[in-house]
């Protein structure tokens, strides 16, 4: 600063006409206030600026006049008048916008003298940055986006790191044009971490002209969410339960519980490590000696909520008595089932064994007749077929044993008086 100092002062005691601007390039954000530096000095001071005359055109249009101790301006540019006599004819600028970007000219005259300097204002605006999902979660396929939204100008870098090492298989950076004039550019990234990255750092690094330093960097943390309900056990007098959500820096997370199909007990938490909520579970021997409670939690940038089951009972209460009810229940349902698959196997073996009796063709079922006929001087070898007729007949039809007990009668009368017997099947 001394040395520029120094260089606008040797023309005001040599008393030479100079213009001189000490930047060629001028950066200043959208919508802020731009000053364009430039000064000068007159061969005769003692006539002031009464034949000075001061122009400043941008892109060749006049934007500002100054001549005979009158400026001409416009509504967003404007001369530092009461600097004027000290010769500094900056341009002041309220109000950036992208159009304001470009090449300026700086012309002052002192007949017969005349020059002209060129600044180039730069029009920047920094990027909003944006990562979603806001955490990377263990054992769960990640599908990252890195954002940069309404920069200007439109040359960006967005790149993935971790561990500050660049990633391999980076896919290029989509930038699209905003109706605004300004940029709009986004860099996405699959990536499943396992446990034994947990810990490690995780980040987007933009780049763009506008940031300091030129580059911005946003880290994620590894991590894995766990949600916990305690205690499950309630002690005499005690009704509070609660569910503890842990294993991460959270940006927004929700909660909730449910009882008996309600949700209730809603608690919202933004930049946590730590998010817990409670609820109130009022038991009593032995009127409610346990209860089914769930917790919930939405976690910012996880499509599937976190969830915890849990039966809150009293001490001395057996912790799984809805289990026990259950599994009674489902052991009265295996046994009947059994039952009947017991009682349809002894049809099926009653119907098999009597198939000769029973017969199951085209849903219908007859019943072979038996007949009896007796003939008189038979070997006794029909007399041993009879006994083993008789046997057979025993396991019968039950609705035919009455028949058969009468028929073994008169079988039993015509042995005695050597009668021989034949047992002759007639289909009805």
Known sequence: MKYLTLIFIIPVVLGEFHVFAPYQEVKAAAQSTALLPCFFTVAESKNGLRFVIIIWKHKGTELIQYMDSIVKKSSRTTLLESELQKGNASLVIRNVVFEDEGDYECEVTEAPNSETRRIYLHVTVAPNISLKPPLVVVDQNNSLECRAEGFYPGVVSIEWLRDSQPLSSQGPVEIQNNPDGSFTASNSYTFTPTVSEIGGVFSCLVQHSSLNGGKEEIRLHICKPTLTISPRILKKGETKVYCKL???????????????????????????????????????IPRKEWEEVSCEADLDGINKPLTEHATVTLEGVPEK??????????????????????????????CKKFQKLCCFYEGQCYVKKQTWRTKRKRKRSSLTDGANMKNKLKLS???????????????????ANSHDVRFIETPT
Do not use: P
């Open 397 to 415: 039809i039950f609705g035919e044993t009455t028949e058969i007990l009468k028929r073994q009668q008169q079988y039993q009368m015509e042995e």
């Open 246 to 284: 842990d294993g991460c820096l959270f940006s927004k997370v929700t909660m909730r519980w449910l009882k008996n199909g309600y949700t209730s007990h809603v608690l919202t938490c933004e930049e946590r490590r730590e998010c817990i909520s409670s609820t109130d579970v009022i038991l009593s």
């Open 321 to 350: 008595t809805a289990l026990g009810v259950a599994l009674i229940v489902g052991f009265i349902a295996g046994f009947i089932l059994l039952t009947l698959i017991c009682v349809a196997f002894v049809l099926y073996k009653v």
